[in-house]
């Protein structure tokens, strides 16, 4: 058997692929990578759900990998962040920066987020072609998450680029080089701020990392976790809610009468947003889990030590929990999705996302009436990597 989401019509519609996988069985084992290898993929909602939640699946990527050859060169503060620990230290390194993007708090940040989406559609033409992720589905929540790291605009061309590198699936070489450079990036910017403190949330943890406040005579932040934590805002504040902005324009351009409803309707794009968030998850597959014991999950016996792929994008499409679940309907219940994961590691910053992208999409939708795609479904270019969901570009003609 053959890695079923390496074929290359899978990024472009990977639903098929994961529907006949979820009829076979909610949790599999499926061939991944090379050498045999094999992980267990989790598709049905109630299985991930549950998934996400047991504490058996570990995040520990350290731990998993420590006896294990690698030819990757991977900067430790990419490869060992917040998202690859478990409790404790991952609770004591969340605690560092859940303030930050709690509701009220992103919520304080809607006027700046509104001004910035204007600024960036002042720059499309009146009539004419414009493509919406590099236009506004990229520069807007790059730009805020810069912003509240308090990384100077003149670096944020930079940064992009070294993201956008991070996620280059097939190309390691290529990967490892962006992780030791975004690494050294903000080393480097740690020890500026620490010459010339502001306000921001990277001056905040290096307060943290920098004060007398102990625990059991531990630092609370040591410096390594100090720099990782902050590549790891700068990427995750970023990359998901650029494909969660397209993913949305997306579906609301193939559904018109959706689209019509919002339209004539905006105080309903709201709540229509976990709907959308449903329909094409921007995610695909959760980061690395691995099992530290023999347990069941969907029926299925998955032993220990080996990696299991949770994957959302197929969960959000499970029958099971979604009737007619290839249909985008803004009056379904769907607060249960897991977009954005579920239990201790779901996503931090998803108010953050949530907010950004309602304002990126109300403003569109009542600037230009009559919007429309300018390419074909068929021709649209979506992003070659299994872990995000996400498209390359998305031309408009407005």
Same mark, same amino acid.
């Given at each position: 058997?053959?890695?079923?989401?390496?074929?290359?019509?899978?990024?472009?519609?990977?639903?098929?692929?994961?529907?006949?996988?979820?009829?076979?069985?909610?949790?599999?084992?499926?061939?991944?990578?090379?050498?045999?290898? *094999?992980?267990?993929?989790?598709?049905?909602?109630?299985?991930?759900? &549950?998934?996400?939640?047991?504490?058996?699946?570990?995040?520990?990527?350290?731990?998993?990998?420590?006896?294990?050859? !690698?030819?990757?060169?991977? *900067?430790?503060a990419v490869s060992r962040n917040m998202l690859a620990t478990d409790p404790p230290e991952h609770a004591r390194l969340r605690a560092l920066v859940t303030k /930050?993007?709690?509701?009220?708090?992103?919520?304080?940040?809607?006027?700046?987020?509104?001004? +910035?989406?204007?600024?960036?559609?002042?720059?499309?033409?009146?009539?004419?072609?414009?493509? %919406?992720?590099?236009?506004?589905?990229?520069?807007?929540?790059?730009?805020?998450? @810069? &912003?509240?790291?308090?990384?100077? &605009?003149?670096?944020?061309?930079?940064?992009?680029?070294?993201?956008?590198?991070l996620f280059a699936a097939g190309d390691p070489a290529r990967i490892d080089a962006a992780s030791h450079a975004v690494a050294d990036y903000m080393t480097d910017?740690?020890?500026?701020?620490?010459?010339?403190?502001? &306000? !921001?949330?990277?001056?905040?943890?290096?307060?943290?990392?920098?004060?007398?406040?102990?625990?059991?005579?531990?630092?609370?932040?040591? $410096?390594?976790?100090?720099?990782?934590?902050?590549?790891?805002? +700068?990427?995750?504040?970023?990359?998901?809610?650029?494909?969660?902005?397209?993913?949305?324009?997306?579906?609301?351009?193939?559904?018109?009468? !959706?689209?019509?409803?919002?339209? /004539?309707?905006? *105080?309903?794009?709201?709540?229509?947003?976990?709907?959308?968030?449903?329909?094409?998850?921007?995610?695909?597959?959760?980061?690395?889990?691995?099992?530290?014991?023999?347990?069941?999950?969907?029926?299925?016996?998955?032993?220990?030590?080996?990696?299991?792929?949770?994957?959302?994008?197929?969960?959000?499409?499970?029958?099971?929990?979604?009737?007619?679940?290839?249909?985008?309907? %803004?009056?379904?219940?769907?607060?249960?999705?897991?977009?954005?994961?579920?239990?201790? *590691?779901? @996503?931090?910053? /998803?108010?953050?996302?949530?907010? $950004?992208?309602?304002?990126?999409?109300?403003?569109?939708?009542?600037?230009?009436?009559?919007?429309? %795609?300018?390419?074909?479904?068929?021709?649209?270019?979506?992003?070659?990597?299994?872990?995000?969901?996400?498209?390359?570009? +998305?031309?408009?003609?407005?």
């Amino acid at each position: 058997m053959t890695d079923p989401l390496k074929d290359p019509r899978f990024f472009a519609d990977p639903y098929p692929t994961y529907a006949r996988l979820r009829d076979a069985a909610p949790v599999q084992k499926v061939p991944t990578g090379s050498g045999g290898r *094999h992980s267990y993929l989790v598709t049905g909602y109630a299985e991930a759900r &549950e998934a996400f939640a047991d504490p058996r699946l570990s995040k520990d990527t350290t731990r998993f990998f420590a006896d294990r050859p !690698s030819q990757r060169d991977l *900067h430790p503060a990419v490869s060992r962040n917040m998202l690859a620990t478990d409790p404790p230290e991952h609770a004591r390194l969340r605690a560092l920066v859940t303030k /930050a993007f709690t509701t009220g708090a992103v919520a304080r940040l809607r006027p700046y987020i509104a001004a +910035l989406v204007d600024d960036l559609l002042d720059t499309w033409p009146d009539h004419g072609t414009v493509d %919406l992720v590099e236009s506004l589905a990229v520069p807007l929540p790059v730009t805020v998450i @810069c &912003e509240m790291l308090g990384i100077p &605009e003149s670096d944020r061309p930079l940064v992009r680029t070294w993201s956008s590198d991070l996620f280059a699936a097939g190309d390691p070489a290529r990967i490892d080089a962006a992780s030791h450079a975004v690494a050294d990036y903000m080393t480097d910017l740690v020890a500026a701020k620490r010459s010339e403190p502001g &306000e !921001s949330l990277l001056d905040a943890l290096i307060a943290a990392r920098d004060g007398q406040d102990r625990q059991d005579g531990q630092d609370r932040l040591t $410096e390594d976790e100090l720099v990782s934590l902050a590549v790891l805002l +700068l990427v995750a504040g970023h990359e998901t809610t650029t494909n969660f902005i397209g993913n949305a324009a997306l579906a609301l351009l193939q559904h018109p009468e !959706s689209l019509a409803r919002l339209r /004539a309707e905006p *105080h309903l794009l709201g709540s229509a947003l976990d709907e959308l968030l449903r329909f094409d998850s921007p995610v695909g597959i959760a980061t690395f889990r691995y099992s530290t014991e023999e347990l069941t999950l969907g029926g299925t016996l998955i032993p220990a030590g080996v990696p299991v792929l949770i994957a959302p994008g197929a969960a959000n499409r499970d029958p099971a929990r979604f009737p007619a679940p290839d249909h985008l309907d %803004l009056n379904r219940g769907t607060t249960g999705h897991l977009a954005f994961g579920h239990g201790i *590691h779901r @996503c931090l910053g /998803a108010p953050l996302a949530r907010i $950004e992208a309602e304002l990126a999409l109300h403003a569109v939708i009542s600037r230009y009436p009559d919007i429309q %795609l300018a390419a074909s479904t068929e021709n649209l270019n979506w992003r070659h990597t299994r872990l995000m969901r996400g498209l390359t570009s +998305l031309p408009l003609t407005v």
